[in-house]
Each structure stands twice: as structure tokens, then as C-alpha cells.
């Protein structure tokens, strides 16, 4: 009752608003369960494919969208779970990606949408980064539900970072046909397997999306990106700290010289 209160309230307006255009929407099941595996541009990827479907779609969040206590704390947690989100403790990585895991087997079993980003993260730079073979593929392959590969398209540039009003114009949606992993059924625990069937998603949404592919995962890249702009701080600091320095330097040599001037003119020879 509140997913379908929270839909007419949000998405309804979402959609006035961007017209968001979408491709192969008759490729999400009218009904039982599926994985819906998609790109991670934007924030806003967990509002606008919710949006254009029929269904409920059930996405992670984490726990603290939840627990935050006061009148705002309380409001957002109603947002979150009106919109079908489900909170997931991330304390620790492997403690978040087995609660991750859980969540997504018990949507599945109830026969509904699951909505997963592989990258784990959003791209850091609108490209499209290695999939984490943990989450996606374990489910798949313990419930059996299909995969429907999801292309987002253009939603980073509603609301770059640092942008507070959102920028109208229309993103879009491209959904791929449902791929069946039944082949590897009861396998969930093979690495290799894991990591054959997150990439066929891969290149799948690649495919749909249209983006460059960098083959390592989002956080990494992530982290680099941090560290460049840290050592980048850390040398304008160094340069700043130099210069000023050499102005320290200069101004004591050109003091030491004028009262050195002084002291010629003060000890030089009287007049007669």
C-alpha cells in the first residue's frame, strides 16, 4: 500500500517532469520473479526505472537511511521503504554483501523484482565498470530467476555532484531480453562461474548502454581517483608553501642588504 502511494507521488511526477523514454520494456515479466541488473549512473537510477515499470522493483539501501533518529530520520526512512528499498547493514564488506545477498533470495522467493547494480557503486566518470561476481550472480544462480540486463542513459546528467537543482531533460531506459543461467543452477559457489555469468551481464548491459568498459571494478578506480586528488592537494599545498618560502627568503635578503646600506652610510667618512 505505501510502494503504491510513494509510486503515484513520485513517480508520477518524475515522469511529467523528465519524460524519461524507455526501450524493451515488454522484456521485464509480467509476473514471478527476475533480476533486473543495471548500469549505475546516478542516484536518481533507483527512482526513475521503478517509474516506467508495472511492478514493484525492490532495491538495497543502506541501513542508516533507516535508523536515523528525529522527525528528518523518520521521513526518510518512510521515502526509502515507500519506494521499495530494503536496508542492509554495511557493517563490514562481507557482512553487507551476504545481508545483500539474503535480501535479494527472499524478493526473489516471494515472487517479485529484485534490482541489483553489479558495479557495486556509482561510475565515478559515466563509464562502465567490472561487475562484483558476489551479489548478482549468487542469487541468480540459488533462485534461478532470470537476469534482464538494464541499460540507465543520461541520468548523471540530471544532477551532476555538486549540482543541488536537477537539470530537465529526458534519460533513458533500455532493457535487454531475460537471460536464463539455469545451465549453472546449484553452482553458486564456483568462482569461475560467478565470474562467467557477471560478465555475460556485463557485456550485456554494455551492449544496451552504449558505454566504455574499463575492466576493473568502480571502487578501485574510485580509490585511485581519491589518492590523485589528495597527492594533487597535497603538491598545490607544497608548491603554495615553497613560494612563500622564496618571498620569506627575498624579503629577509633585501632587509639584510638595506640595513647593511644603512650601516655603510652611518659609519662612513665625516664631513670637514
Known sequence: MLYGTMKVAIGGPLKLAFRPWVEGLENVPAEGPAILASNHLSFSDSFFLPAVLDRKVTFIAKAEYFTTPGVKGRMTAAFFKGVGQLPVDR???????EAAIKSGIEVLERGELFG???EGTRSPDGRLYRGKPGGL?????????PVVPVAMIDTEKIQPPGQVVPKLMRPGIRIGKP????????MEHDRFVLRAVTDEVMYEIMKLSGQEYVDMYATAMKRQLAEAAKAEREAEKAARAAVARADK????????AMEQADRGQAGGPSER
Open 249 to 256: 627568503e627575498q624579503a629577509e635578503k633585501l632587509r639584510a
Open 137 to 145: 550472480a549468487r542469487v541468480a544462480l540459488a533462485t534461478g530467476a
Open 91 to 97: 557493517s563490514g564488506a562481507r557482512g553487507a554483501g
Open 179 to 186: 537471460l536464463d543461467f539455469s545451465r549453472y543452477q546449484g
Open 116 to 118: 541489483i547494480y553489479p
